[in-house]
């Protein structure tokens, strides 16, 4: 609980980002306080390290910086989920959408194996849709989706009902808004 009243009384909410109407929650001045990173980083390894990852994937781009702290603190392998056409070999792709349209992410073929366990971790959970698209495409490479971590979870959009509903899990989240 001292953890997440850490990061709440240094989260920047900006409002009418990206778009008139949203509150975006600003982390980088989370990310600038090393120790309250090292202990969000020790929390989301904490709740996962026994469940016998094979490796982490984060989504672009915030879901990076956290996600491959995560990896490395686990010994895993990082696997980038990135919008598409950023990738520069092949890859799968996944279709997801959005309040004002569609978006779509890929990851490499060949990043995960069947049966791999795999951790998605992402900044912040909110409506679900980039996180569920990124559980199809672990899915599609044959791979497990293990968990879902996010560093915030905001419980009033029906992010967390969404991927419980399609994964069967319960995503893990340091800080509930």
Do not use: C, W
């Amino acid at each position: 609980m001292q953890l997440a009243n850490s990061i709440k009384a240094i989260v920047r909410d900006v409002h009418d980002f990206p778009k008139p109407g949203i509150v975006f929650k600003d982390i980088t001045p989370v990310l600038a306080e090393p120790v309250i990173r090292k202990e969000i980083i020790h929390a989301i390894v904490n709740n996962f390290k026994a469940h016998n990852l094979d490796a982490v994937a984060g989504i672009e781009a915030r879901g990076f910086i956290l996600g491959s702290l995560i990896a490395q603190e686990l010994n895993l392998p990082f696997i980038p989920i990135r919008k598409s056409g950023k990738l520069p070999y092949k890859s799968l792709r996944e279709e997801y959408a959005l309040e004002y349209g569609t978006a779509a992410i890929e990851i490499h073929e060949d990043a995960v194996g069947p049966g791999d366990r795999v951790l998605i971790h992402d900044d912040l959970l909110a409506t679900g849709g980039t996180a569920l698209a990124a559980g199809q495409l672990v899915k599609k490479s044959g791979a497990i989706v293990a968990g879902f971590s996010f560093l915030i979870n905001l419980t009033f959009l029906p992010g967390e009902s969404r991927l419980r509903n399609s994964f069967d899990l319960k995503p893990f989240s340091v800080v509930h808004y």
